[in-house]
C-alpha cells in the first residue's frame, strides 16, 4: 500500500510563506500523479495542485497559481508544496494524495492524514 505523510503545516500571517512536506512510500510511483488537496472548515475539499512522479509535469488550481509551487524529490519521495503570499482563505486542513488519471481525470487512491495551515489576517 502507499503511505502519505504530511508535514510542515502551522501558523502564519497573511503574505507569508510556509512549506508542506509529504513524505511517500510505496511502489510503482512512477503510474501516480501526486497532489495537494485543502479542505476548509464548512467547505467542500478542493484540487490545489498535482505533479507527475515520473516526469514532473505540474498542474494548478486557479486560486493558487503564481503563488504557490508543487515539486518532488524522487530521491528522497517527497513531495512538496511551496506556499506564498498567503492569504487568510488559504486556511484549511490540508492533504498529501497518491492518484491517476483516469478518463483523463484525477482519481486519487491513497490520502495522506492532513496538516493543518492557518493564516491569520
Known amino acids: 500500500q502507499v503511505q502519505l505523510v504530511e508535514s510542515g503545516g502551522g501558523l502564519v500571517q497573511a503574505g507569508g510563506s510556509l512549506r508542506l512536506s509529504c513524505a511517500v512510500s510505496g511502489r510503482a510511483l512512477s503510474f501516480y500523479r501526486m497532489g495537494w488537496f485543502r479542505q476548509a472548515p464548512g467547505k467542500e475539499r478542493e484540487f490545489v495542485a498535482a505533479?507527475?512522479?515520473?516526469?514532473?509535469?505540474?498542474s494548478y488550481a486557479d486560486s493558487v497559481k503564481g503563488r504557490f509551487a508543487i515539486s518532488r524529490d524522487n530521491a528522497k519521495n517527497t513531495v512538496y508544496l511551496q506556499m506564498n503570499s498567503l492569504k487568510p482563505e488559504d486556511t484549511a486542513v490540508y492533504s498529501c494524495?497518491?492518484?491517476?488519471?483516469?478518463?483523463?481525470?484525477?482519481?486519487?487512491?491513497?490520502w495522506g492524514q492532513g496538516t493543518q495551515v492557518t493564516v491569520s489576517s
Open positions: 494524495a497518491a492518484g491517476r488519471l483516469i478518463n483523463m481525470k484525477y482519481e486519487v487512491e491513497y
Open positions: 505533479i507527475s512522479w515520473s516526469d514532473g509535469s505540474t
